[in-house]
């Protein structure tokens, strides 16, 4: 595969409490605020606390969820007096960071994230973006504490949902274990961890190093699978199985347990092997998923440098 350049990368968003109950991101960023992070050597580094009233309440979200707001419709919505507050940040940071899609976007976002699934560090990103991956297998090849995978979701950049999607290039990084509302020091070393080998990453990007191309192992989203449910209350009547709890992306084969009922039966898998990644994650109870299922293939990385 022959090699790819891309225009240096020259303004980087380090962004957190997208999520407002997501501690990693919204320490790491006012972190870096009160330590006044304004450059990294040769590029511009913009720290943003994206959802300050849903941080001061320390909840998700105020009126919607703020990473589902930055598709291009919502984005071209106008602002009433009647739109939620989430939307009308989505605004705003589309204007700070964008907009989306343009050449004055800015050039790499970072969101940072957290999980109440035993995730480890998983980069989430839109597309076969090489800079991104590059990054992704960057810190697969410095990162010994935790396991470092990727997910990546195949949506068009227009209906593409989340924030880093407002870059020229962006990932989401989602870190867990870590309850909503709690802040662990060791998912934070991890956070920082990643943070710098970002920012080193790109130091050697702009600086002219060529990094070589390779296979990397990915996780594509292939669908998502709900609680099972009473069919008359529609309240959740099992948890996720004892077997499947904390084994995000291990292999689930047919007849795997999924669930226990509250009543004592066991739920088992129909469908092909795939792998199950956000394992009971809180906040996707109101969206009615217990957990997101995907196939892992392997992508061949072109070697990339600065243009
Ligand atoms: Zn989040």
């Known amino acids: ?8 990368l020259l303004r980087v968003a380090i962004c957190g409490g997208t999520h407002g109950n997501e501690m990693s991101g919204v320490y790491m960023v006012k972190e870096m605020q009160r330590q006044k992070v304004e450059r990294a050597g040769s590029f511009s580094v913009t720290t943003v606390l994206t959802n300050p009233r849903a941080t001061d309440a320390c909840k998700r979200y105020i009126d919607t969820d703020l990473n589902r707001c930055f598709t291009n419709t919502l984005l071209s919505t106008p ?42 560090l998983c980069l989430i990103f839109y597309s076969l973006d090489w800079v991104p991956l590059h990054i992704y297998k960057y810190l697969q090849s410095k990162i010994t504490s935790v396991p470092v995978r990727a997910v990546q979701l195949d949506i068009p950049m227009a209906e593409a949902f989340s924030l880093e999607a407002v870059g020229k290039h962006g990932f989401a990084m989602e870190i867990g274990p870590q309850p909503n509302g709690v802040v662990r020091a060791d998912i934070f ?69 999924i669930f226990l009922s509250f009543s004592g039966e066991t739920v088992k898998y129909e469908g092909e092997e795939t792998y199950p990644f956000f394992v009971n994650e809180c906040a996707y109870y109101e969206k009615k998923i217990a957990f997101h299922l995907a196939q892992k293939v392997t992508l061949t990385l072109p070697s990339i440098n600065v243009k």
Not at 210 to 226: H, P, Q, R, Y
């Open 189 to 257: 070393n991890i956070v920082k961890e990643a943070r710098d080998l970002t920012i080193e990453w790109v130091q050697l990007f702009n600086s002219g190093s060529t990094f070589e191309g390779g296979e990397v192992e990915a996780f594509t989203f292939m669908k998502s699978i709900d609680y099972p449910r009473d069919p008359t209350t529609s309240e959740i009547t099992a948890a996720i199985h004892p077997e499947l709890q904390d084994n995000d992306f291990k292999l689930l084969r047919p007849g795997d347990p």
């Open 79 to 120: 602002i009433t007096d009647s739109t939620p507050y989430e939307l009308r940040r989505a605004h705003e940071l589309n204007s700070q960071l964008g907009p989306k899609g343009s050449e004055e976007a800015v050039d790499l976002i970072c969101d940072i994230h957290n999980t109440t699934a035993n995730m480890g």
């Open 1 to 8: 595969m022959e090699g790819t350049s891309f225009l240096p």
